[in-house]
């Protein structure tokens, strides 16, 4: 029988409280847990994405090596924007399995955190060049306007959203190649992005041409494979 450690993720203490995501990513891990499989333990994390420290996933890691357990994840297309879960995860040598992407394995985890370490190391270099770039003009930084704290966490929550953004869309392209070197059709993996909560630059669903042009190599006859 195989037993599951099971990890769950919120950002903040009102989503705990309140179920909001924590029912869902419940529900998905459940209802992946066929018969023949036991989940011995569940790991609650309430953190924001400005914090490292997982002490939740420490601990959920230990006991899935003492219970020989594999570490489950409800939606590893959330988790993996976070370079310190995937260090964390990729060090421990622990097996695991996510929800939404089954298919993932070690190599997944490298390509997804070459990609979200490189993507912060260029937003932190873009915003310095930004920001140096409009003190050359003549602007003045650091104005008391914008020194506010509702200022502070507007322009982080705005930094947050492009980074996911852009990160979600090399996320979907590394996926979407994996999958086809897999031999997944583009309709299926058009289907696989879809599920996991993936969206196109235009913020629509993929189809099979949308996936195509994640995969330059493909085929125009195979579109409709």
Known sequence: MIRYVAYFRVSTARQGQS????????????????????IVAEYVEI?????????????????????NAVLLVAKLDRLA???????TLMESHVRFKA?????????????????????????????????????????QLGTPANL????????????????QTNLNN?????????????????REIAARLNESGY???????FHPMGVRRLLPSVAPSAVND
């Open 81 to 87: 924007r976070n370079v310190a879960f995937l260090a």
């Open 170 to 186: 090399r996320q979907a392209a590394q996926l979407a190649v994996l999958l086809r070197a897999t031999g997944v059709t583009l």
């Open 99 to 139: 929800v939404d992407l089954p298919a993932a394995d070690e190599f997944t985890l490298h390509i997804l955190a070459a990609v979200a370490q490189k993507e912060a190391t260029a937003i932190s270099t873009r915003t310095r060049d930004a920001l140096a770039a409009k003190k050359a003009r003549g602007f």
């Open 47 to 67: 953190e924001s994405g400005r914090k490292n420290a997982r002490p939740q996933l420490q601990a959920a890691i230990t006991q899935a090596k003492q219970e």
């Open 199 to 205: 969206r196109t630059r235009r913020g629509k669903a």
């Open 19 to 38: 179920g909001l995501g924590l029912e869902a990513q419940q529900a998905a891990v459940r209802n992946f847990v066929d018969t023949e499989a036991s």
């Open 148 to 163: 506010t704290a509702d200022a502070r966490e507007k322009a982080l929550t705005s930094l947050q959203l492009n980074a």
